[in-house]
């Protein structure tokens, strides 16, 4: 299986972005993600994580301040709050989504989807 696309919603700078990635070809099954400092590189990563693996995937994320399981709580929702759009709530919008889907030779498809909601 390969990561066919993310999208993301209110998630840090992307207001609303898709990533769509090839199928792995003649071998050919790395996919290198560039840009210049400040435009997303990280904050994709982080998103896949989450998504991925919800708050135990905290560990995996550098900038986050991670110990005990109380702090790790609290770095969680914390980071969580710090990762919602800056404007999302100015424009009516309470909550982030991150979508990760896969793809299988065979056809197969599995989408993970992973919501947090702000009031």
Not at 15 to 41: E, R, Y
Not at 49 to 70: K, N, W
Request: glycine residues 10%.
């Amino acid at each position: 299986m390969y990561i066919s696309s993310i999208h993301l919603r209110d998630w840090k700078a992307y207001s609303d972005a898709s990533f769509n990635f090839p199928p792995p070809l003649n071998g050919k099954n790395v996919v290198l993600i560039g840009g210049k400092n400040g435009f997303g590189k990280t904050s994709l990563l982080e998103a896949i994580i989450l998504c991925l693996f919800g708050r135990f995937g905290m560990p995996l994320i550098g900038r986050a301040t991670v110990g005990d399981s109380e702090k790790m709580e609290f770095s969680y929702n914390d980071f969580l709050e710090r990762a919602l759009h800056g404007h999302a709530l100015q424009q009516g919008r309470s909550s982030s989504s991150v979508t990760v889907s896969f793809e299988g030779v065979n056809e197969e498809k599995i989408m993970i989807q992973r919501k947090w909601y702000f009031t």
